[in-house]
């Protein structure tokens, strides 16, 4: 398994890593394969956007702010219950094909970490699994 760190700058920040895990790929120099990330924390999570037009990642940030505010009448009295929520929202883990040795995302796709409740330095942990 491999690792790697994610330093992220604001409460709420989406932050690309599509590069980071492309080298890993390389470095492994798999043929065809699987790519599973997974991170191991419960107030960020993985998704794939669009990585041409920063606005949608702002549209995504402000809407599920809207949706899910951070002061509300929650159970969860640690101040980050909506980070919480965001987290099981976006999900914790993606599962990416690879196929000779490339990444295999659609044009405008980037891989991002959300973070919900930042600044923090985050862990993801990457399985590259070959197959035939
Ligand atoms: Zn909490």
């Given at each position: 398994?491999e690792?790697?760190?994610?330093?992220?700058?604001?409460?709420?920040d989406?932050?690309?890593?599509?590069?980071?895990?492309?080298?890993?790929?390389?470095?492994h120099?798999?043929?065809?394969?699987?790519?599973?990330?997974?991170?191991?924390?419960?107030?960020?999570?993985?998704?794939?956007?669009?990585?041409?037009?920063?606005?949608?990642?702002?549209?995504?940030?402000?809407?599920?702010?809207?949706?899910?505010?951070?002061?509300?009448?929650?159970?969860?009295?640690?101040?980050?219950?909506?980070?919480?929520?965001?987290?099981?929202?976006?999900?914790?883990?993606?599962?990416?094909?690879?196929?000779?040795?490339?990444?295999?995302?659609?044009?405008?796709?980037?891989?991002y970490l959300?973070?919900?409740?930042?600044?923090?330095?985050?862990?993801?942990?990457?399985?590259?699994?070959?197959?035939?």
């Amino acid at each position: 398994m491999e690792r790697i760190s994610v330093v992220t700058k604001k409460r709420t920040d989406f932050v690309e890593i599509t590069e980071q895990i492309e080298e890993i790929i390389k470095r492994h120099n798999v043929k065809n394969g699987i790519c599973f990330l997974f991170v191991p924390h419960t107030t960020c999570g993985l998704t794939i956007n669009e990585n041409a037009d920063p606005s949608v990642r702002r549209d995504i940030m402000e809407k599920l702010e809207e949706l899910i505010p951070e002061n509300d009448n929650y159970s969860h009295t640690e101040g980050n219950a909506d980070s919480h929520i965001k987290s099981t929202i976006t999900g914790h883990s993606l599962t990416i094909f690879i196929e000779n040795g490339v990444l295999q995302l659609g044009t405008w796709q980037g891989i991002y970490l959300c973070e919900f409740d930042g600044p923090r330095t985050r862990q993801v942990w990457i399985k590259i699994i070959p197959t035939t």
